[in-house]
């Protein structure tokens, strides 16, 4: 495996369900990203993990549990979702957390659908 | 406050057609970073160029040119003589010394045969 990868690349869940996204980067990196993206809508910055620890929680609900178990793993745990919640999950790295200086590289994403 | 402005919601051409998305920036901050990615029908954004406030030269790589003009707070694409895998979603972005990247909306570039 090269690069970033999401698994998994479709969820359709209940609002009742919970699940887990998986990301993982082959690239050595340091820093993870999570962002979402809607239709219509910029791609909104969710979450980052610097050297596993989270440097920033951008206004997103305690329904979206992010964990950094180590630098190349990144999860995203999903609970009592509602379906404005669907939208395409990407995640990034970058080789340290300074976004301007350090290009991030994006995996595939995840579509994820709230029934 | 900062924001990315990319007008142009979806444009359609026919291969080899030169095309160009614009973006337009707003920051207050003189020290800023702009970016270009790509995200095609697969899903994941590929980073295509990153250029610093300082530097305002032109940049060609192959079909792609990009034009940063702090004048006009643009940093605009050009894709000279179009192809069918151009089509994708193009995303201008601004970093203003932080740990966050600021997204316009996308323009959908879309190139027929």
């Known amino acids: 495996e090269t690069g970033v990868t999401q698994t998994p690349r479709h969820l359709v869940m209940g609002m009742t369900n919970k699940k887990s996204l998986k990301c993982e980067q082959h690239l050595g990196h340091n820093a993870m990203y999570w962002y979402k993206q809607s239709a219509k809508k910029p791609l909104e910055l969710m979450f980052v993990y610097s050297l596993e620890e989270r440097v920033e929680n951008n206004s997103v609900p305690s329904r979206f549990s992010p964990e950094c178990p180590n630098s190349s793993h990144l999860f995203l745990h999903l609970h009592t979702l509602q379906p404005e919640d669907s939208a395409l999950y990407l995640c990034a790295s970058s080789q340290d957390k300074s976004a301007g200086v350090y290009e991030q590289y994006f995996g595939p994403g995840t579509r994820l659908t709230v029934t | 406050a900062q924001k990315v402005t990319q007008a142009q919601t979806e444009i359609s051409v026919v291969e080899k057609e030169d095309v160009t998305l614009d973006c337009v920036y707003e920051?207050?901050?003189?020290?800023?970073?702009l970016f270009w990615y790509k995200q095609p029908p697969s899903g994941e954004l590929v980073f295509l160029i990153r250029r610093n406030s300082f530097d305002e030269q032109n940049e060609i790589s192959g079909r792609y040119s990009w034009n940063f003009q702090k004048s006009t707070s643009s940093f605009n694409f050009t894709i000279t003589a179009s192809q069918v895998v151009d089509s994708a979603v193009y995303f201008c972005?601004?970093?203003?010394?932080?740990?966050?990247?600021?997204f316009g909306t996308g323009t959908r570039l879309q190139v027929f045969p």
């Open positions: 972005a601004l970093n203003h010394n932080t740990d966050k990247l600021i």
């Open positions: 920051t207050r901050d003189t020290t800023y970073y």
